[in-house]
């Protein structure tokens, strides 16, 4: 038995979180090295990737909703913007023109989850009723209304154009803003911020893999596979639909909170359609409905720019000689990742991935 | 009431170019399925091609406009033949999701075109009467409004006719009835599909120089105007062609009225709705109109079987 780990003898452990010894094994790897990485990497990287984690967990999110559930949601970026607002709120300093308590990360953070999933009940009774195109339209309406209260909202948001400073990091008691000293070494405020978005990322990843193999995970994907006959099964489409918006909410407003800690301030014309497109395309990108595809999305958006200007700069290539600013070479490659994913690989990076690792598995074998 | 006269007129031809995106909404979203979110982006596009050719390179405008309407046709089409082709038969999200690629990449493009300065039309508009305008029994109208009626009202009728007459009219019809019978019949769905597409590109680009035609100008933000033809298309039904006109109507008058008395309302109740409530409202009636009638005013009610 030992030798065969793809042999499975009951179904409790094809479900296992680790199926076989090789995943805890580079599981494991990995999480050395993304440790030691902190240590190693300059700040400009070690702020990218704690940014692509952060966005890793907002894309969990959404695919719970999209990727799990089936249902097509255009809001995500707005229960992003909820849980960063209450965030802000709760964690952030107080001014003249908005509101500030200085509370505890331990605290803000998953509030602002809570917050987030508490408005997504707004939207549960009409996803009741709707699905496919519809209920993706009325999640876009939802956007609009929501970007247009994050506008002028000011004591909130800072307002349109301002924008305010995002929540503060004090962890249990302790400001973490300047970095903290551990016996002889100095951790700076970067490498703290990497280690919390780490480890959230982590906790979120085991929890979004634990959810597809639960009840509610099974449930979810039949509702996606033919809601109707789910019903017809007794799965509650209300309960079920609902849950999706409240558990992608959660995440949503964590890695949100996260990702706007991360640049230190936000303004609400940033939570437009094209955000809440981006969280889609990032899943598209990733893998809808897989484990690791959020991950693997999240970090491809995150890191392209990172990369085109590590192109540009062994290339000799400065921006004013290319006929598009970087912004919109990102734009531009990012439209068509979307357009060829869909087209060439609808499984996204996480397909490629299974390709690549099945070949390797059976290599030197085609089969 | 000249204040009510006057928001009338303006809601109305804000519903004539809300019609015309809707139209092309309607017409692909019948024969193939599929809302296409780059019919915003080809508004802007057609725009900028009649732009670049009248301002830029000098040619007379009503030539220009010619060529760049066309030309956004053209650029329909090829959308549908590279891009939409491969995704016959996939789920209709996936495909919605391409088309927001598309939509990225047309304007991307164009935004790096339009730099920074919002460009002019080179259109003879601004120059008619009182700065483009006229004054009827104290309303105020601008050419531009009665042209993009008059120009809106003439499109729908010839599609009508052009829907029951025409032979490809015809064929458009059965196809969207139902393909695979169509094909049956020997008609050339594909090449409909490309028809369809070169009409909604057309139809865009009348949308499109009617949004940023005078004074108006295009800029990086234009897009937003032609995305409210979508909710336009939603209250009357995704698959309604009387229903996108009467739903652009809805749209365009409650934007105008609430545009105009939102001031009055506050000062009468208290309430603020903050700045550019008027730009929501019409997601505001979708959104309330979605949970009533999910299909829309006008739509066919979708018959589910497991």
Redesign the interface.
């Known amino acids: 038995m030992k030798s065969r780990p793809n042999l499975y003898t009951n179904y409790a452990k094809e479900t296992a979180i680790f199926s076989n010894n090789t995943q805890k094994f580079w599981f494991f790897v990995l999480l050395l090295l993304s440790i030691s990485l902190c240590f190693v990497a300059t700040d400009y990287w070690i702020l990218l990737i704690s940014r692509s984690l952060a966005f890793s967990i907002g894309a969990w999110g959404i695919n719970i909703v999209s990727g799990l559930a089936g249902q097509?949601t255009l809001a995500h970026g707005s229960f992003i913007g909820i849980g960063v607002y209450t965030a802000a709120v709760l964690g952030g300093v107080a001014s003249n023109s908005v509101w500030g308590l200085e509370l505890d990360m331990l605290i803000w953070l998953p509030v602002a989850g809570i917050v987030a999933a508490l408005f997504s009940f707004i939207l549960s009774p009409?996803a009741v009723?709707?699905k496919?195109?519809?209920l993706?339209?009325?999640t876009?309406?939802?956007l609009?209304?929501c970007s247009?209260?994050f506008?002028?909202f000011i004591s909130v948001t800072g307002g349109?154009g301002i924008g305010r400073k995002s929540a503060k990091l004090t962890l249990l008691g302790v400001n973490l803003e300047e970095g903290l000293l551990v016996g002889n070494y100095f951790l700076q405020k970067n490498q703290i911020l990497y280690f919390i978005c780490l480890f959230s990322c982590i906790t979120m990843g085991f929890g979004f893999k634990n959810l597809v193999r639960s009840r509610a995970g099974r449930a979810y994907a039949g509702i996606r596979d033919?809601d109707?006959?789910a019903e017809?099964l007794g799965v509650n489409l209300f309960r079920y639909k609902a849950s999706a918006f409240a558990l992608a909410s959660f995440y949503a407003g964590v890695g949100g909170s996260l990702a706007s800690t991360i640049s230190g301030g936000i303004e609400p014309g940033f939570f437009n359609?094209l955000f809440s497109?981006l969280a889609?395309?990032i899943i598209?990108i990733g893998g809808a409905g897989t484990v690791l595809g959020p991950l693997f999305g999240a970090f491809f958006y995150v890191m392209m720019p990172g990369f085109i200007q590590y192109i540009l700069k062994i290339t000799h290539l400065t921006e004013s000689a290319l006929?598009?600013?970087l912004g919109?070479i990102e734009?531009?490659l990012?439209?068509?990742?979307?357009?060829l994913f869909?087209?060439f690989e609808?499984r996204g990076l996480w397909g490629i991935w299974f390709r690549l690792r099945n070949y390797f598995k059976a290599w030197p074998f085609s089969y | 009431m000249t204040l009510f006269l006057q928001a009338t007129v303006e809601g109305l031809s804000l519903a004539a170019i809300y019609s015309l995106v809707a139209l092309g909404f309607v017409l692909i979203y019948k024969s193939m399925d599929v809302l296409s979110f780059a019919q915003p982006a080809l508004a802007v596009v057609g725009a900028g091609l009649i732009s670049s050719l009248a301002v830029d390179r000098g040619i007379p405008f009503w030539i220009s406009l010619i060529i760049g309407i066309t030309l956004t046709g053209v650029i329909g089409l090829i959308v549908e033949r590279t891009f939409l082709r491969p995704m016959v038969g996939e789920p209709v999200f996936s495909v919605a999701i391409l088309t927001i690629g598309i939509d990225i990449l047309l304007r991307t493009t164009l935004d790096n075109w339009i730099g920074l300065n919002p460009r002019y039309m080179g259109d003879p508009f601004p120059t008619f009467g009182n700065f483009g305008s006229t004054q009827i029994g104290g309303v105020t109208i601008k050419f531009l409004e009665i042209a993009g009626l008059s120009t809106a009202i003439l499109i729908i009728i010839s599609l009508n006719i052009f829907f029951r007459v025409s032979k490809y009219g015809v064929a458009m019809r059965a196809t969207s009835f139902d393909q695979e019978a169509a094909l049956a019949q020997g008609i050339n769905v594909g090449r409909i599909f490309g028809l369809v597409w070169f009409i909604a590109g057309i139809l865009a680009a009348f949308a499109g120089f009617f949004i940023t035609g005078g004074f108006n100008t295009l800029s990086q933000t234009s897009f937003v105007v032609a995305l409210r033809a979508l909710p336009a298309v939603v209250i009357g039904g995704l698959d309604s062609i009387p229903g996108a006109v009467v739903g652009s109507i809805i749209i365009g008058l409650t934007q105008a009225y609430v545009a105009y008395y939102q001031y009055e309302f506050e000062i009468l109740t208290g309430i603020t709705l903050g700045n550019g409530f008027s730009l929501v409202a019409p997601y505001i009636i979708m959104f309330l109109i979605l949970v009533f009638k999910p299909d829309g005013l006008f739509g066919t009610k979708e018959v589910e079987r497991v």
Do not use: D, T
Not at chain 1, 334 to 339: A, H, K, N, S
């Open positions: 097509i009409i009723r709707l496919g195109l519809n993706a339209l009325v876009l309406a939802f609009f209304i247009h209260i506008s002028n349109a033919g109707i006959a017809a359609l497109i889609v395309a598209v006929p598009l600013n919109q734009a531009m990012f439209g068509l990742c979307i357009i869909l087209i609808p």
